[in-house]
């Protein structure tokens, strides 16, 4: 599997003010290693789309798409577990 471009979307800005500051490695740890393997073992695919996946770090959740045509990884949110799937 070759390596695959991260792009956070605008809305992530505001995400990481709301993470506890001892999860930030983590996640962005977590981001990175997408690049090498968006398809995780402890990701989960989002009901009723087609590419949209969930990943837990601790409380938190990464909510991401995967485009293997352009090999691309978005990211959309980073949010507590009881904020990640409100609309």
């Known amino acids: 599997m070759g ?3 991260i792009e956070p979307r605008s809305s992530l800005e505001h995400d990481p003010r709301k993470v506890d500051r001892q999860f930030i490695p ?3 740890n977590v981001i990175e290693s ?3 393997n968006p398809f995780p073992v402890q990701s989960g695919k989002m009901k009723g789309s087609e590419s ?3 990943l837990r ?3 938190y959740r990464i909510i ?3 485009d293997t045509d352009n090999k691309r990884v978005i990211i959309y949110h980073v949010r507590h577990r009881r904020d990640a799937y409100k609309r």
Do not use: C, N
């Open 52 to 54: 949209s996946y969930r």
């Open 57 to 59: 770090v601790g409380d």
């Open 34 to 36: 997408l690049a090498e």
């Open 3 to 5: 390596s695959y471009k």
């Open 26 to 28: 983590k996640v962005l």
């Open 64 to 66: 991401y798409q995967v």
